[in-house]
């Protein structure tokens, strides 16, 4: 079976847009896991546009499934992990300005730095996994890194899907049978939605883990929007 963590990063946008507490993200990520969400994925940036850091030590006490927190291992990223210890970081190189994520590592040449950091991160018994384009020599490399998962960059998966392009699950299908040969765990996440997440699971084998955030909360504001406009007509009689 494959888990779903859900992003929640969209949410601390939105409540940042307006200041206050609305929407409260403890209570988003508390009713996600009480609807039946198997993990939480936050992904804090330096300059705090969504997750706050104070965010990632407020949510240790709320979530009680399987913890996510993602970034660029700087120094601020590293210490803000090893003081919550989460269940699980996801490495991701992106840079300070990226509006979102858009690439994975170089596990070849980042060798040595990967090392590094997944090593403290394992001496504190905190899962790895490594963002990475869907490449088998990538796959390889993030073995020698020592992690233990890899999460592949979905994007070029879901473009081509949309435009009827089958074909695009190919490299990610070959990219988690390397890694389970190699014993490495497979999860996956970027763009990810309910038009292609069965036809992507259905395809890679091994598949642990999804995360899904801008296009899982899209779709919940459309799909709930018809009964929430109907909820303030009834008031309003």
């Avoid at 090392?115 to 490594?130: K, L, M, P």
Wanted: glycine share 6%; aromatic share 8%.
């Amino acid at each position: 079976m494959t888990k779903l963590s859900v992003n929640i990063n969209k949410i601390a946008t939105l409540r940042n847009s307006r200041g206050g507490n609305t929407p409260n993200l403890l209570k988003v990520a508390s009713d996600v896991q009480d609807f039946g969400g198997e993990g939480i994925t936050i992904h804090p940036r330096p300059d705090e546009r969504h997750i706050r850091y104070q965010d990632a030590y407020d949510l240790k006490s709320v979530v009680h499934t399987e913890y996510n927190i993602e970034g660029n291992p700087i120094p601020k990223f590293i210490e803000l992990v090893l003081n919550i210890k989460p269940t699980q970081v996801t490495l991701v190189p992106d840079s300070v300005d990226a509006i979102t994520s858009n690439s994975g590592w170089d596990t070849l040449k980042n060798k040595e730095f990967l090392q590094e950091v997944i090593s403290e991160f394992n001496r504190n018994d905190i899962r790895t996994s490594i963002f990475v384009d869907p490449l088998e020599k990538m796959i390889e490399g993030a073995k020698e890194t020592g992690a233990d998962r890899i999460e592949l960059y979905t994007e070029a998966f879901a473009s081509e899907y949309a435009k009827g392009n089958l074909e695009a699950v190919k490299p990610y299908a070959q990219c988690a049978q390397l890694a389970n040969e190699l014993s490495i765990g497979v999860n996956a996440g970027h763009d990810l939605s309910l038009d292609n997440i069965k036809f992507f699971k259905e395809n890679i084998p091994g598949l642990l883990e999804v995360s899904i955030g801008h296009a899982l909360i899209s779709e919940s504001i459309y799909l709930g929007l018809e009964n929430v406009v109907n909820m303030y007509l009834h008031k309003l009689k």
